[in-house]
């Protein structure tokens, strides 16, 4: 258990195999989503996942009917998790968790993002997503590793409920000031797959751990 989640967000399945299969071990998931999906279909999913469990990022966000189609989907394909934004509300999330929970899979919902624009609508919100989170039978939360002081609070009042945490490298987050704050899992991207060597940077992350 590395605590560590890569996001793959390449958009050639050679590539995603490529740097999944240079870093098998290090990582406890990977992360898909749409760059990769649009680019090589969900067929990537499976193949993935025999390297590590697959979280299909795809932040769902529909009615109840038809988050319960997507997820049937992501589910059959593979995926061990998915993640689906809160803001639609209850029902929406239940029917994810629906779906989720006959797969024995996870839904992680997004609370309050990492970019900066997040403070403008999702911040001032993000402790009643994660309340939503929590009656709505979901596994775990989307928090940012860019707002450590965010993750301590989220971690508050998310009480034992995973907490994965993008943001760190390239959007400037530290890994170890996220774990810190309460993540139970970093989420990293361009700082491996864009790094020449994708192997060291992922047993360098390691190393600060
Ligand atoms: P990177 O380490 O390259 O910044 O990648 C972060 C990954 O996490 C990307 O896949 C991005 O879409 C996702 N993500 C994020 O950065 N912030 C969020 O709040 C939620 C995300 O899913």
Redesign the pocket.
Known sequence: NSRLIL?L?VESRDKANSIASETEGIFDAI?V?YPLMLSEGLSVIKELSNIAPVIA?L?IADIPNTNHLICNRLFSAGAQGV?AHAFTGRDSLEACVDVAKRWSGDVYA?TE???PG?LEFMAPVAERMVMLALVAGASGI?A?ATRPERIRALRRAAGGLTIIS??????GGSLRDALEAGADYA?????VYESANPRAAAEALLDLI
């Open positions: 996001a967000d992360k989503g990022d932040k993640i997004v993002m990492s970019h997040a989307v940012p993008p943001g760190v490298g390239a959007q989420i990293v991207g361009r700082s």
